[in-house]
């Protein structure tokens, strides 16, 4: 964590946001939970931030009465960029060092004391000759300005130090058309006449747009989904699944003394088939390493549960899933999805899982073609499950049928691979009592 910075006189502290240690360069400021005038203790919660899916709360590093809020609620803050100033009447003595001593960020070089708030990014002014040395900016800003063919050196950067960020870049692209960015909520103007012809009659268009800025977890969401796009070769496969005796298993367990109390949904059983199934077929819970050209098989699977939230997608991972019983199972699953939905998900939820499990049946959708999280090789995606006409003994029956897809990174898992694994979990749910010595 960044140490805070003494004015002159030592006595007013400068808190700058730390890195969280999720491999990000920025995070955005949810609210804050102090003003200025107030006192504040060590260790006490003066912020919360949202980043990689998760709202932090951040805690004071130093005692003190509130100088100046740096940041305002929906700002993004860049790692290592001041946030709030604390007058701290203890004397703050210097470490004994020769030099000062600075943060230095990935990216950014070392870190120069800030005593003003970020600035805003303006049109750059540099010279037309580049400096033969390297021009500060986040990872992210760099891979955009080069997707964009843009150089950097004729970007004026807003984070620490002037290093460049995403929005810098995304600030020097040339329009054809100024344009004032909308805020949330804000109305587009109808047209000249006022009125839309719908075909029927003229409509009063009160509000034809709405821009909403995306943020936080949705943020986050595109950055990842946009990354598995376009670096990962995907392929898909599916089976349709007669899950009949599954769902009678499910209903009979429902009535035992061992499950009572908990919610025992198809997911639980399905997860409990997939982690089944990934035992048998260990290739399919891998990781790419890309600096060194390997593939990373690991005998573990923290398993992710994709959860629809209000603020957006979340992947909770439940970990060390390949230990857990159905009964286990059903609690973790419960309590991860509740997690995410109240905004309590910390970082360590979120990251470090290694397969993902998506639930689209309960929207009524029969199937989907998910994308990989990066960093993981294969997604289950599973559908409703629907009473249909099925040939059941060569007989025409009523069953309980349910389709499973598979999407996979076919870097690390060829197509024979992705058949197996998904016939296996077809398999287990199927004839659910070849899962009983697992339970």
Not at 382 to 400: H, N, Q, T, Y
């Amino acid at each position: 964590m960044p140490e805070p910075a003494a004015d002159d006189d030592g006595h007013v502290l400068e808190f700058r946001l730390p890195d969280l240690g999720e491999g990000l360069a920025d995070g955005d400021l949810v609210s804050w939970a102090v003003a200025v005038g107030d006192t504040v203790e060590l260790n006490q919660t003066i912020a919360e931030v949202e980043t990689a899916k998760a709202v932090v709360a951040l805690p004071s590093p130093f005692s003190g009465v509130v100088v100046e809020l740096l940041a305002q609620p929906g700002d993004t803050v860049p790692v290592g960029a001041p946030l709030i100033r604390v007058r701290n009447d203890l004397e703050v003595s210097a470490p004994p060092t020769a030099e000062p001593r600075s943060n230095v960020l990935v990216g950014y070089g070392p870190e120069a004391e800030s005593t003003s708030r970020r600035r805003k990014a303006t049109p750059s002014m540099a010279s037309s000759t580049p400096s033969t040395h390297r021009a500060a900016a986040t990872p992210a800003a760099r891979n955009l300005a080069k997707e964009l063919g843009i150089d950097l050196w004729f970007v004026a950067g807003s984070g620490p130090e002037g290093a460049v960020t995403v929005d810098d870049v995304r600030s020097a692209v040339p329009v054809t058309q100024p344009r004032t960015p909308a805020r949330l909520g804000d109305v587009v103007p109808a047209p000249s006449n006022g009125h839309v012809t719908d075909g029927d009659g003229l409509i009063e268009p009160t509000a034809r747009e709405v821009r909403t800025p995306v943020s936080g977890i949705r943020k986050r969401t595109a950055a990842a989904m946009q990354a598995s796009s376009r670096t990962i070769p995907q392929a898909s496969t599916f089976v349709t699944v007669d899950c009949t005796a599954s769902m009678e298993l499910l209903d009979h367990l429902r009535t035992t003394t061992s499950f009572e109390g908990l919610t025992l949904t198809p997911l639980a059983l399905v997860a409990k088939a997939t982690l089944a199934a990934i035992a048998e077929y260990p290739g399919i819970n891998t990781a790419w390493d890309e600096q060194n050209q390997e593939i990373v098989t690991k005998h573990y699977v923290n398993l992710g549960i994709a959860v629809a939230s209000d603020r957006g997608l979340m992947v909770p991972n439940l970990k060390e899933a390949q230990s857990l019983s159905l009964r286990e199972l059903c609690r973790e699953i419960s309590w991860a999805a509740d997690t995410a939905r109240s905004g309590n998900a910390t970082p360590n939820d979120l990251r470090g899982g290694t397969f993902t499990l998506t639930n689209v049946g309960v929207f009524g959708v029969d199937s989907g073609v998910p994308l990989v999280n990066p960093g993981e090789a294969a997604i289950l995606c599973l559908g409703s499950i629907r009473k249909r006409p099925w040939v059941f003994r060569d007989e025409l029956a009523v069953r309980w049928v349910t389709t499973l897809g598979l999407s996979f990174d076919h870097r690390m898992v060829d197509g024979e691979l992705g058949a197996r694994f998904l016939a296996t979990t077809a398999g287990f749910l199927e004839d659910p009592l070849t899962l009983l010595s697992r339970i």
